[in-house]
């Protein structure tokens, strides 16, 4: 049978189980670190190029999420077998982006067309980022960005937007936008991400909630979505809501990386 090892240097709870559970859905077997960086040989300085050659000799193909923008594509130049990346630091998360189309597809019925607001950290959400490239690919879709302006969406995405000829605002009413959208997807403001500037971060957190008001702007057919895990930035009480669809897009994760997994170690 084939064998995935997946190599989490950062922490993990859905990417990580689901591409496990994925794998051994399959057939396969697993081999896993779940804290790489504090318990693989990187933490005796072992370079990620080393690891990589290393570990694919143990494997059939490895899942890699790195703290540093880019370490994925680092590895698969090192690499022989195929790589997913499960995310690098505040790069791209590509796998997230095809779990979210797939599950706006399913939830809205179409991708074509569609009003989308992006909300919270959209300067190291890596979610957020990939999800906009993807979206380009389909026809007539809007983005809206709201978030506060520390972590205002960055130009490299908007102006591959508008490359793409797709239409993007900015905006800081929340409430407004909802009610124009058929997806609001909401985001967490990482702590992770802002190191020693903890004011900043108090700033930025709890300035755009999802709460029961903003959802009752919502359209009816509109749904609410989450990469995970949150905190605060979506209420409790919206989880009872039809249009809360997060846990939903989280299970879909499972379908797409399982395809996924199989497209790349038996092809269609």
């Given at each position: 049978?084939?064998?995935?090892?997946?190599?989490?240097?950062?922490?993990?709870?859905?990417?990580?189980?689901?591409?496990?559970?994925?794998m051994k859905r399959l057939g396969g077997e697993v081999l896993t670190t779940e804290n790489a960086r504090e318990f693989s040989s990187a933490a005796k300085?072992?370079?990620?190029?080393?690891?990589?050659?290393?570990?694919?000799?143990y494997s059939d193909i490895i899942v890699m999420r790195h703290f540093e923008s880019g370490a994925a594509r680092r590895a698969a130049l090192s690499a022989s077998i195929p790589i997913i990346n499960a995310g690098d630091g505040p790069g791209q998360h590509p796998t997230q982006a095809l779990l979210d189309?797939?599950?706006i597809g399913r939830e809205i019925g179409k991708l074509d067309g569609i009003n989308i607001a992006l909300v919270g950290d959209l300067a190291y959400g890596r979610t957020v980022r990939s999800?906009?490239?993807?979206?380009?690919?389909?026809?007539?879709?809007?983005?809206?960005?709201?978030?506060?302006?520390?972590v205002k969406m960055k130009d490299d995405i908007k102006d591959y937007?508008?490359?793409?000829?797709?239409?993007?605002?900015?905006?800081?009413?929340?409430?407004?936008?909802?009610?124009k959208c058929d997806v609001v997807?909401?985001?967490?403001?990482?702590?992770e991400r802002f190191g020693e500037r903890v004011a900043l971060y108090e700033e930025a957190r709890g300035k755009y909630i999802v709460d029961?008001?903003?959802v009752n702007a919502m359209q009816k057919h509109a749904v609410v979505m989450h990469p995970l895990p949150r905190l605060d930035e979506i209420t409790v009480d919206v989880d009872g809501d039809p249009r809360?669809?997060?846990?939903?897009?989280?299970?879909?994760?499972?379908?797409?990386?399982?395809?996924?997994?199989?497209?790349?170690?038996l092809g269609w």
């Open positions: 049978g084939y064998l995935m090892a997946t190599l989490f240097y950062e922490p993990s709870t859905r990417t990580r189980l689901s591409f496990e559970s994925s300085g072992e370079t990620l190029e080393d690891t990589i050659r290393t570990v694919e000799g189309v797939y599950t999800l906009a490239h993807l979206l380009a690919l389909y026809k007539d879709v809007k983005i809206y960005f709201v978030s506060p302006d520390v937007l508008t490359s793409m000829g797709v239409r993007w605002e900015e905006s800081a009413d929340l409430i407004e936008v909802a009610s997807y909401q985001t967490r403001i990482q702590r029961m008001s903003a809360a669809a997060y846990f939903r897009q989280a299970k879909n994760g499972l379908y797409i990386r399982m395809a996924l997994l199989k497209l790349l170690l």
